[in-house]
């Protein structure tokens, strides 16, 4: 008996398991919801958190391309009211529609950690795709448009392809 008979094949490539469009959604929002309870753990310890992002850039003096790490602050997903710490889920940039709102009352600052981690949980099981999808959905509708999607109301100032290139 050969060594390959000995074993057992399938069909299934890491390549087609995690590249499906739900889970990269999923991904990002996992790693979006790492760096929130990072900065949060670091806001209750008393410290500021700032992130650390590689950037490509163009030395201006030689003219070559070189990696250099720049710090970036976080933008955070909560904020302090009258009713305690609120939570605004965002995804793709945008605001999420999550249960029968916009935000999470969190109450305390201290239950902003456990709630985050209790929303990682629902992202690792699937019950935010559909919010997510509905995030995804519209900015490809903006795209497509030219308009911000769901400010119906607001004075909208698009600018033509015509426009730009008469202005260059």
């Known amino acids: 008996m050969g060594v390959l008979q000995s074993l057992k094949f399938s069909d299934i490539s890491k390549k087609s398991e995690n590249t499906t469009p739900v889970m990269v959604m999923r991904r990002k929002m996992l790693v979006a919801l790492d760096e929130q309870i990072e900065a949060a753990t670091s806001e209750a310890a008393g410290h500021h958190y700032i992130r ?25 997903m909560w904020w302090r009211s009258a009713e305690g710490v609120m939570l605004e889920l965002r995804f793709a940039n945008r605001v999420m529609t999550v249960g029968a709102g916009n935000s999470i009352v969190i109450g305390p600052a ?27 959905d519209s900015r490809k ?18 600018v033509t392809k015509a426009a730009t290139k008469a202005a260059k």
């Open 141 to 158: 509708r903006a795209r497509k448009s030219g308009k911000p999607v769901g400010d119906a109301g607001l004075p909208v100032a698009t």
């Open 110 to 136: 201290e239950n902003l950690v456990p709630v985050l981690e209790q929303v990682k949980q629902a992202v690792s099981n699937g019950e935010l795709d559909a919010a997510m999808q509905a995030v995804a």
């Open 52 to 76: 650390s992002v590689e950037k490509t850039v163009k030395n201006a003096e030689t003219g070559v391309s070189e990696r250099r790490t720049v710090e970036r602050t976080l933008r955070k």
